[in-house]
Nanobody
């Protein structure tokens, strides 16, 4: 089992920045991939960014490329999502997820473990 706890959400004006953190505990040695997903009211959950924990390879949704950056601190078992140039359409609940496999880094159904989510609200 892997436990994930997100933090760092909040309210910000358009153009602003936020950094989300996801602290992992438990059987983290088995984790191969960690991702950030978001879900707005009435919409499906979508993959935002992901990182392969071994190689550091990163993946991004087209909607956030150039604005969001995923990174990791292996010593702290923590993954971050730096979000810059935020837009109102980025408003959503953001979830951290982990899985012990590669492939489909932005596919939510491929993930085994999920955090409780942290709300991000961007006002215009």
């Amino acid at each position: 089992q892997v436990q994930l706890v997100e933090s760092g959400g909040g309210s910000v004006q358009a153009g602003g920045s936020l950094r989300l953190s996801c602290a992992a505990s438990g059987y983290t040695y088995s984790t191969k991939c960690m991702g950030w997903f978001r879900q707005a009211p009435g919409k499906e959950r979508e993959g935002v960014a992901a990182i392969y924990t071994g190689s550091g390879s990163t993946y991004y949704a087209d909607s956030v490329k150039g604005r969001f950056t995923i990174s990791q601190d292996n010593a702290k078992n923590t993954v971050y999502l730096q979000m810059n140039s935020l837009k109102p359409e980025d408003t959503a609940m953001y979830y951290c997820a982990a899985k012990p496999t590669y492939g489909g880094p932005l596919v939510s159904t491929s993930y085994n473990y999920w955090g409780q989510g942290t709300q991000v609200t961007v006002s215009s």
